[in-house]
């Protein structure tokens, strides 16, 4: 059999194969073998590579390996009309009627002895647990060394090394003297853990001491350049359907219940009808995650075509002129080769027809896990996503359906997208819309394999990029000459990239390029950060709702209800206060430097933290009371409004302090670290008392709460544990001030006789002090008491406990327990540890 002749990036492959699979003059195979890879875009010849490779080779034997049945018996006609030579042998389980004539075995025994005298021979196993335990067998049992072993879809050995697929690439377990690993989508890991922890993994690296070096490489968008595969387009569905949005509004099982599912559905189908209408698809294959949506998809297709037909004949063919079957990879060979044959056929047939020729419309094949890599099916105008639910991998092997074609055929491909948008849906709201979901994953993983033209989405000057002109011979150009030759390669180059990125994606409604070029920033070239794109869209919204020029966003603000789904109820305050930390520290990246500087970010921290302390302050004193006197541990909304009010405390104090030594006429005292006169005031207007000259601020908050409890017609407490406010006890505080009236300063005292009428407690209340051992008895009665309502011993340093209405302050007993536990009695530790004292 003559052998096909191969185009030239084949040939380049083949001659880089060559190179690195043989062995140098002088030099020696290594025990692993020799390893090399092949890269090339989807539908670019690589099985011709590898069949070319094995003849150039002079490879006697010969081991292909494929992911699945159906690629099995597609590879071996395959290299069959490559010009392969000799017997071809197969290690699966098809009958004789589903495998294309070549024969096939599972008995290791039986494959050594078919094998062993032949010159030549080629088999074709999976690299799935079966196929690869009969290979392991059979080289236990005697089979020879192969000359070459071939691993197509190589990218699905990759991974963890300890998987059963590993035997691979194991000399020892599938001996080879060459191995050839070729794919379209190269993955490349890195290794978890480390030292003795770390798991070994088979990484697509450029040489990769499991798949070798690469020998070629063929990226998608130099494939489309070079007329190897279609140019492509992805073209959004933008469907406003009322009874869907009815279903998704009504329901209460959220977007994966039935009801939804089927009103997606059929939205599509009427979609994709419309569509292959303007576009004049004739065949479109149709993905799906679920079988039960695949078969419902070839169902309703007919069923949408006869009543947009009947609605408007003039338009859309009539129902019997579409065609439409489904796949899934249970499905028998003989029946799934059967249903291609169909769809590739330019004729509707059956008894229906009388016998005659009639030209079909519109062919729709829906699948389900079937046509996947490397499987043949007849070139498709368009490839429907009905969801992204596969790996990256996955959407760029489907996409590799719609790009095939024959040389020179000149075609469009189609990426057909539906995005599902509320009947009043802002079509521009791209960041943080579910709508956009789908076609984010289809975009990030045409990326992958064509970066240029998905990243120049996101740069709007790219698009206006234009060659420059030639020099007119001028002295100061012919100067320049070689300089200028290089921009204008450069800006050739960059309109060229541009060129076809302006055709690449397509709405049925008009974006805003800006939003659009956003959307592909944030979304596709940027995956991973949702939180950052939902603040990059409430930003713009707040620029547009406050008509401010500078992003000025106080800490409190949270966007508001009636703002767009996906940012309605966000913390922009917060997030825009974590940038600028971000960027103080260095970690903010360049580009989301630049995005925030277009939208008019002020960086200054000390500029903007006292405006939002203050923000957060106003919001923490209107919560409380009127009341600015919280813990030095408090955390308001997300803010640290404990430290932030201590810190301007300690800045009020040392501005009076600092003002009183001027007045008596101390010189040269610096204004450094004092609060400025209108902060003073700022945090006087929300509370007077924020402040407190001489005790501290427990105090002055216990005082407050107290002061506020008596105004609001309540009663002093005059034991502890009868009256807690936000966590403190009145009862023991007021008990405290009584019992210890002499320690207090005298504004505190006229404090407490004219605002709360508390008079010093008289010698008759004045505590006697007990032995140890009965104030043992008293604390161990708290906390039998404690334990027996809490169910658990574990105290909060502050709490009180009020055994007989008396205050025992049972967090502090336990605390300082706790620090002399070596000095306790047995009995004593006893008691403690029945009620589960944590030590």
């Known amino acids: 059999m003559p052998h096909m002749e191969l185009r030239p990036h084949q040939v380049e492959a083949v001659d880089g194969v060559l190179r690195n699979l043989s062995v140098p003059v002088g030099g020696r195979m290594p025990p692993e073998g020799l390893r090399t890879q092949v890269i090339a875009a989807t539908g670019s010849g690589k099985t011709l590579i590898g069949v070319e490779s094995a003849n150039r080779l002079s490879a006697r034997r010969v081991l292909v390996l494929v992911p699945t049945l159906d690629l099995l018996t597609q590879m071996a006609r ?56 009969v290979l392991q067998r059979a080289h236990a049992a005697g089979l020879a060394v192969w000359d070459l072993m071939v691993v197509d879809e190589a990218h699905r050995t990759s991974g963890d090394a300890g998987k059963p697929w590993a035997a691979v690439h194991d000399q020892q377990q599938i001996p080879a003297v060459r191995r050839l690993y070729m794919t379209a989508t190269a993955r490349v890991w890195e290794a978890e853990g480390a030292g003795e922890a770390s798991r070994l993994v088979a990484s697509m690296d450029e040489d990769s001491p499991v798949f070798g070096p690469v020998a070629y490489k063929l990226k998608l968008s130099d494939a489309v350049r070079l007329g190897l595969v279609a140019p492509y387009q992805v073209l959004c569905l933008d469907i406003r359907d009322p009874e869907l949005y009815s279903v998704l509004t009504s329901t209460s099982e959220g977007a994966g219940s039935p009801a939804v599912r089927g009103a997606r559905l059929a939205a599509v189908q009427t979609g994709l009808m419309r569509a292959a209408v303007e576009e004049r698809f004739r065949r479109v294959l149709s993905f799906h ?38 796949l899934y990879g249970e499905h028998p060979p003989n029946h799934r080769r059967h249903v291609l044959d169909e769809f590739a056929s330019d004729f509707l047939g059956g008894a229906e027809f009388e016998g005659r020729d009639v030209p079909a419309a519109l062919r729709v094949l829906s699948s389900v896990r079937v046509l996947g890599e490397g499987v043949d099916t007849a070139e498709c105008d368009a490839v429907l996503f009905t969801d992204a639910r596969g790996s990256m991998i996955d959407i760029v092997q489907m996409v590799g359906r719609a790009l095939r074609m024959q040389p020179g055929e000149g075609k469009l491909a189609t990426l057909i997208v539906p995005v599902f948008l509320g009947p009043d849906e802002d079509a521009n709201q791209l960041l943080t819309s579910d709508a956009y979901g789908t076609l984010a994953k289809v975009l990030g993983a045409l990326r992958a394999h064509d970066t240029d033209t998905i990243e120049a989405l996101a740069d709007p000057r790219l698009r206006n990029a234009r060659p420059q002109g030639e020099p007119d011979g001028s002295e100061s150009e012919l100067a320049g000459a070689d300089e200028g030759q290089a921009q204008g390669e450069e800006g050739a180059a960059r309109a060229r990239v541009s060129e076809r990125a302006a055709g690449v994606l397509r709405f049925m409604e008009e974006r805003d390029p800006a939003a659009l070029a956003q959307f592909v920033r944030l979304r596709v070239i940027d995956p991973e950060g949702a939180y950052w794109r939902r603040g990059i869209e409430a930003a713009t919204q707040w620029l547009r709702e406050t008509g401010q020029s500078e992003l000025r966003v106080p800490y409190t603000f949270v966007s508001p209800e009636d703002w767009p789904a996906g940012i309605s109820g966000h913390p922009l305050g917060v997030w825009v206060a974590d940038q600028r930390r971000y960027y103080a520290a260095g970690t903010l990246e360049p580009d989301r430097v630049a995005e925030l500087e277009a939208l008019g970010m002020i960086w200054s921290v000390q500029d903007t933290a006292w405006a939002d302390g203050l923000a957060v302050a106003r919001s923490y004193a209107a919560a409380h009371g009127g009341m600015l006197l919280p813990p030095a541990t408090a955390v308001w909304d997300g803010y640290p409004i404990g430290t932030w009010t201590k810190n301007q405390r300690a800045a009020a104090r040392k501005t009076r302090e600092n003002a009183e030594r001027r007045a008596a006429g101390e010189k040269g005292i610096p204004y450094t670290g004092e609060l400025p006169q209108r902060r003073l005031e700022a945090l006087e207007a929300i509370d007077p008392g924020w402040c407190p000259l001489g005790w501290d601020i427990a105090w002055q908050r216990c005082f407050r709460l107290a002061h506020a409890h008596v105004k609001t017609g309540g009663t002093l407490p005059v034991r502890a544990g009868e009256v807690i406010v936000l966590g403190e006890d009145l009862g023991a505080w007021v008990t405290a001030q009584r019992l210890g009236w002499d320690m207090l300063l005298p504004v505190q005292q006229w404090l407490l006789e004219n605002t709360l009428r508390l008079e010093p407690a008289g010698e008759d209340e004045q505590p006697t002090r007990r032995s140890q051992s009965a104030a043992w008895e008293r604390n161990i009665t708290a906390a039998r008491q404690y334990h027996a309502r809490e169910g658990h011993l574990v105290v909060p340093r502050k709490h009180v406990e009020n055994v007989d209405g008396e205050a025992v302050g049972l967090g502090q007993f336990l605390n300082n327990t706790r620090r002399r536990a070596a000095t306790l009695s047995t009995q004593r530790r006893n008691d403690l540890d029945e009620l589960g004292m944590r030590w």
């Open 78 to 133: 395959a290299w069959r009309r490559g010009g392969r030579r000799g017997v071809m042998v197969g290690v699966c389980s098809l009958r004789a009627e589903e495998s294309d004539g070549v024969p096939c075995t599972t008995d290791p025994e039986e494959l050594v002895a078919w094998t062993r005298d032949l010159e030549t021979v080629t088999v074709f196993a999976t690299y799935a647990a079966v196929g690869l335990r």
């Open 289 to 326: 995650s679920r079988i039960g949506e695949a078969e419902a998809m070839a169902a309703g297709v007919p069923a949408v075509a006869a009543r947009l037909a009947e609605d408007a004949p003039e338009t859309f063919p009539p129902a019997e002129q579409v065609w439409a079957n489904w």
